[in-house]
């Protein structure tokens, strides 16, 4: 299913029903099991609020926003019981550093940072504050479901703030490895380009050269989103396996890889509490670093 939002209003009429009433009654197609799961997926906000009952009445004037889309076709056919095993069998993650104050984490390609509007279950945010004994968990920064990497969370609002200052001031250390389409003949280039009218600036690095793609370090100076996936396809050489923002570039590419070719390989900053300065490195993953290892049969120097 394309990702849909219904923003509805409750009128005098609908004065008394159920949330899940509402919603099978005032969008087209979506039977009133089908407003359960959504619901209890936390696809559904009153007014601004996300609600995770169906029972819960509603008042002429609140203003109700759903969130359809692929999480609720994937639970749709599964009960309750086997949506919660569902959200369990995710790509496992796995943690680096764990003190009183921080996690870093390296997660897999394919699992979702945080929660959605579509949904607040199945994230790596969920997954830690679900930990037997996790509590509260902050979330720092993100990174794309479809790359893999380094994320730091905090555990207590001190390193919820700092961390969150030292991001916003640009002041953490961020390298990813990313594979790219063609051949880039410099050695170093800075890329500063607004993105959405903000200033994003990346500096990339040649790592080594194949016959017809080019494996790159990318320094994040600032931290748009998408940042690099937008950067180097404005450069003529989108990352490969990005089917966003690759283009025909990046789809026309002889052997893709199975995911996008993007990881978060470098994580430093200064601890949040005592200021020791903490630096983590994540080694490509596989099967990414196989298919790397596969474009080796041809490398070339630059012209």
């Given at each position: 299913?394309?990702?849909e939002?219904h923003?509805?209003t409750?009128g ?10 509402l919603l099978g009654?005032?969008?087209?197609g979506l039977?009133?099991r089908?407003?359960r799961?959504l619901?209890d997926l ?6 601004g609020?996300?609600?995770k009952?169906a ?5 002429p ?11 609720l076709d994937r639970a749709s056919?599964l009960?309750k019981?086997?949506r919660?095993r569902?959200?369990a069998?995710?790509p496992?993650h796995?943690?680096?550093?764990e003190d009183d104050d921080v996690?870093?984490?390296?997660k897999?390609?394919?699992?979702v940072t945080?929660p959605t509007?579509?949904?607040d279950r199945?994230?790596?945010l969920?997954l830690?504050?679900r930990r037997?004994?996790g ?15 380094l994320l730091?969370f905090?555990k207590?609002d001190?390193?919820n703030?700092?961390l ?6 640009h002041d953490i250390?961020r390298?990813y490895?990313?594979v790219?389409a063609?051949?880039?003949a410099?050695?170093t280039?800075?890329?500063?380009r607004p993105?959405d ?5 990346t500096?990339?690095t ?8 080019t494996?790159?370090a ?7 989103t998408h940042?690099i996936r937008?950067?180097?396809?404005g450069?003529?050489h989108?990352?490969l396996g990005?089917?966003?923002h690759?283009g ?8 893709p ?9 470098v994580?430093?900053?200064a601890h949040?509490?005592t200021?020791?300065?903490?630096r983590?490195?994540?080694?490509l ?6 298919w790397?290892?596969s474009l ?8």
């Amino acid at each position: 299913m394309t990702a849909e939002t219904h923003r509805l209003t409750v009128g005098p009429d609908d004065a008394g029903l159920r949330l899940d009433q509402l919603l099978g009654k005032r969008i087209p197609g979506l039977s009133r099991r089908r407003a359960r799961v959504l619901i209890d997926l936390g696809g559904v906000f009153v007014d601004g609020a996300r609600v995770k009952v169906a029972s819960r009445p509603l008042r002429p004037g609140q203003k109700v926003e759903a969130h359809l889309g692929g999480a609720l076709d994937r639970a749709s056919g599964l009960g309750k019981e086997a949506r919660d095993r569902d959200a369990a069998a995710l790509p496992d993650h796995r943690i680096v550093f764990e003190d009183d104050d921080v996690i870093v984490v390296d997660k897999p390609a394919g699992l979702v940072t945080a929660p959605t509007p579509e949904s607040d279950r199945g994230n790596l945010l969920d997954l830690l504050q679900r930990r037997p004994g996790g509590g509260t968990v902050y979330l720092i920064h993100r990174i794309d479901r479809p790359t893999s990497g380094l994320l730091v969370f905090g555990k207590t609002d001190l390193a919820n703030r700092v961390l969150g200052e030292r991001f916003a001031a640009h002041d953490i250390e961020r390298e990813y490895r990313a594979v790219v389409a063609g051949v880039i003949a410099d050695e170093t280039q800075t890329i500063d380009r607004p993105i959405d009218k903000k200033r994003a600036v990346t500096h990339v690095t040649v790592v080594e050269r194949f016959a017809d793609a080019t494996l790159i370090a990318a320094r994040l100076e600032t931290g748009r989103t998408h940042q690099i996936r937008i950067h180097l396809a404005g450069l003529g050489h989108p990352l490969l396996g990005d089917d966003r923002h690759g283009g025909e570039v990046a789809r026309m590419f002889a052997s893709p890889p199975t995911r996008l070719a993007l990881h978060a390989a470098v994580l430093g900053f200064a601890h949040p509490a005592t200021g020791a300065p903490l630096r983590f490195e994540s080694a490509l993953p596989e099967p990414l670093a196989s298919w790397i290892a596969s474009l080796r049969g041809a490398t070339v120097e630059p012209a």
